[in-house]
């Protein structure tokens, strides 16, 4: 199955810096998803961008698109301690009839107040 | 409130053993998947669930058996066969299993098998 790769693996920023994540994937998506994790939970929904769509904004958080170059990016703006947690991009991988997402191994992003 | 409950939080198993993991949602989503995480690693998928009476095999079945007999549930058995059972599994949910259908998660379930 297809994977995100997540780069960098590890970011570790200031409070008030903004925190930027990249996502590459292998193959034509219908849309690719970001998620986040904090330590020993379950994953949050955070954005779905289409792949129609090049830019989508929800509240700090600023994801884009580059189908030529199979990649997104997830921009925090002014990062918060509360900010700390790991990132994954989803893409929607097409098996027997539905689209399954399936993950890149994350962005361990800390953020030091 | 809506959610998916995974429990229990924490489990332990010998080696040999057998163990159900539950998963029970109030969502009425028709899609249910199992994902299992190991340390750095990304979300493999185990199994998942387009709707009831129905699951079809991940990436990394093997070891593994699931069951969807009521739309709310879709418990996970580790098996013996399985080599190396120790990791955070994760379940979710969705509406369904098309395009643009993001995933609710549940917290996890950490299982320690010695």
């Known amino acids: 199955s297809q994977q995100g790769e997540e780069d960098p693996q590890a970011l570790s920023i200031q409070e008030g810096e903004n925190a930027t994540m990249n996502c590459s994937y292998k193959?034509?998506?219908?849309?690719l998803q970001w998620y986040r994790q904090n330590s020993g939970r379950g994953l949050v929904h955070l954005i779905l961008?289409?792949?129609?769509?090049r830019e989508k904004h929800s509240g700090r958080l600023r994801v884009t698109l580059d189908t030529s170059k199979k990649s997104s990016s997830l921009l925090i703006t002014a990062s918060r301690a509360a900010d700390t947690a790991s990132y994954f991009c989803?893409?929607?991988?097409?098996?027997?009839?539905?689209?399954?997402?399936?993950f890149g191994r994350g962005t361990s992003l800390i953020v030091h107040p | 409130d809506g959610g998916i409950t995974q429990s229990p939080k924490y489990l332990f198993r010998k080696e040999g053993q057998n163990v159900t993991l539950s998963c029970e949602q109030n969502?009425?989503?028709?899609?249910m998947y199992w994902y299992r995480q190991d340390p750095g690693q990304g979300l493999r998928l185990i199994y998942y669930?387009?709707?009831?009476?129905?699951?079809q095999k991940g990436d990394i079945a093997e070891g593994y058996s699931v069951s969807r007999e009521k739309k709310e549930s879709f418990p996970l058995t580790v098996t013996s066969a399985q080599k190396n059972p120790t990791a955070f599994y994760l379940c979710?949910?969705?509406?369904?299993?098309?395009?643009?259908?993001?995933?609710?998660f549940g917290n996890g379930t950490r299982l320690t098998v010695t």
């Open positions: 979710a949910s969705s509406p369904h299993t098309g395009e643009n259908s993001p995933l609710h």
């Open positions: 961008i289409r792949s129609n769509e």
């Open positions: 669930s387009q709707i009831v009476n129905d699951f």
């Open positions: 989803a893409t929607d991988d097409w098996e027997g009839g539905s689209y399954i997402p399936t």
């Open positions: 193959t034509s998506i219908n849309n």
């Open positions: 969502l009425n989503h028709d899609a």
